[in-house]
């Protein structure tokens, strides 16, 4: 299996992809979304010999405080159900961060699963005094720095592209 980055000719399968991870086509428009209006993404595929099996997406995000700090935010991470616990969502999450990493994004953040997302270094956003924009339980809205003490003295609220709230 090969982590890339997503090709044109990848759309229609990473659409899939999302539709049968996540039983709707909410992520699967939203990922359609991001991809015409967003600028900086980074869009992953899971390539199994051909076959697109899992998809991640990484968008800006803007701290309101601090406009200029580059943050990411994932959102969506998907893998086929055949597929799923087969260290495919945690090989395109590892990925995607150097990928962000690489790109100079100062942080990530993600609204998600609490008991999955910390085996990559997220801890509770609030540690970093960072809130998000929706009124969620704070062990599911996480951070990670990428680059070391970069959050450290900069609070405020997360708010995410507007795709987001509007698909």
């Known amino acids: 299996m ?17 539709q049968s991870a996540f039983n709707t086509s909410a992520e699967a428009d939203v990922v359609d979304a991001l991809r015409e209006r967003a600028q900086r ?9 051909g076959t697109i099996v899992g998809h991640i997406m990484f968008s800006p995000v803007t701290l309101l405080a601090h406009p200029d700090l580059r943050i990411m935010g994932l959102a969506p991470m ?7 616990r087969q ?25 998600g699963h609490a008991e999955y997302y ?26 990670i720095e990428l680059d070391a003490r970069t959050l450290r003295g900069r609070s405020g609220t997360i708010r995410y592209h507007a795709a987001f709230t509007e698909v």
Do not use: K, W
């Open 41 to 49: 993404l980074v869009s992953l595929v899971a390539d199994a010999d």
């Open 118 to 143: 910390p085996r990559f270094g997220f801890t509770p956003a609030s540690r970093f005094s960072l809130r998000c924009e929706y009124d969620v339980p704070d062990e599911v809205f996480m951070a």
């Open 78 to 84: 998907a893998v086929v159900p055949a597929r799923q």
């Open 2 to 18: 090969q982590i890339r980055p997503e090709r044109q000719s990848d759309i229609p399968s990473i659409r899939a992809v999302n």
């Open 87 to 111: 260290g495919i969502g945690s090989a395109l999450v590892h990925e995607g961060l150097e990928r962000c990493r690489e790109l100079g994004f100062a942080a990530v953040v993600v609204l």
